[in-house]
């Protein structure tokens, strides 16, 4: 069995190293501050989105009629006259 080498910034139970913390301090912040910045980006989009959607009340559509049945289609069986029959 191959045995994975371990990184140095982990320990044997996988937990960080105070050097991997060390070198991951400076970005702490600005990696936060991003992420806090594409969330917001993201939830305004998805916000203006529905908000741009759900102002369309679909008046201008016209609805067609039902289409009127040939009388001589009127008594034949389609697949899904039976499917439904059952």
């Given at each position: 069995?191959?045995?994975?080498?371990?990184?140095?910034?982990?320990?044997?139970?996988?937990?960080?190293?105070?050097?991997?913390?060390?070198?991951?301090?400076?970005?702490?912040?600005?990696?936060?501050?991003?992420?806090?910045?594409?969330?917001?980006?993201?939830?305004?989009?998805?916000?203006?989105t529905?908000?741009?959607?759900?102002?369309?009340?679909?008046?201008?559509?016209?609805?067609?009629?039902?289409?009127?049945?040939?009388?001589?289609?009127?008594?034949?069986?389609?697949?899904?006259?039976d499917?439904?029959?059952?």
């Amino acid at each position: 069995m191959a045995i994975i080498p371990r990184s140095s910034y982990y320990d044997k139970h996988y937990k960080q190293s105070a050097s991997l913390i060390r070198a991951r301090r400076p970005y702490l912040f600005r990696n936060a501050l991003t992420g806090i910045g594409l969330f917001g980006f993201c939830i305004t989009v998805y916000a203006f989105t529905i908000n741009a959607v759900s102002q369309d009340d679909f008046e201008d559509v016209q609805i067609p009629d039902a289409p009127a049945q040939s009388p001589i289609l009127a008594g034949v069986s389609t697949i899904a006259n039976d499917s439904s029959a059952k």
